[in-house]
């Protein structure tokens, strides 16, 4: 009986041990000079991360959207949530809608397939009404400029930058340029 338990508490000890860490699917360790994400696709190490002011006023012409019961306030290509009474810098959600896009956009044409590109986002015309959808990134993606709160991470060794989970690296075509190479998985 004593071994039966003492078999027991071992293999409960060795599940309980392995268990949560088999399953998780991300894992974030800081240290003073960098920042290491570890995801199913790989480890992930943050030079320089960003950090994110919260702004207790909104410019008077930012205009709420709603997308699946959430408020996202649109400024001037920037969107924002509220949190505590405070307004906090966000990544928009894929597909939801905004009526103008902001200054400064690109246009790209991959494929057959016309994006525009401002802030680090993407988005498609909905053709029919006169709106903008907030898209995946395409892969392949070359844009000319990046927006601020850039951050430089590492991937197996090599050098690429990282916004609002899209992955950058660095190309020259007539000038410095940046493709998109693929998203950090959460």
Not at 44 to 73: D, M, S, T, W
């Amino acid at each position: 009986m004593k071994e039966k338990h003492l078999v027991f508490i071992i293999l409960m000890a060795f599940f309980l041990t392995t268990g949560f860490e088999t399953y998780a699917q991300r894992r974030v360790v800081n240290t003073p000079r960098r920042t290491v994400v570890k995801t199913p696709n790989g480890t992930v190490v943050y030079r320089k991360k960003p950090v994110l002011r919260p702004v207790n006023h909104l410019p008077g012409e930012a205009v709420v959207v709603h997308y699946r019961n959430k408020a996202y306030y649109y400024h001037q290509g920037i969107y924002y949530t509220s949190r505590n009474g405070v307004y906090i810098r966000t990544a928009p959600p894929v597909g939801i809608r905004v009526a103008v896009l902001p200054s400064g956009y690109s246009r790209l044409v991959i494929g057959q397939s016309v994006f525009f590109y401002a802030g680090g986002t993407f988005y498609v015309s909905n053709g029919v009404i006169p709106e903008y959808i907030v898209v995946a990134p395409p892969a392949g993606a070359i844009v000319d400029h990046l927006p601020e709160g850039i951050s430089e991470i590492e991937i197996d060794g090599k050098p690429f930058l990282e916004y609002n989970g899209i992955i950058y690296k660095s190309v020259y075509t007539n000038q410095k340029a940046y493709e998109v190479v693929g998203t950090i998985e959460n």
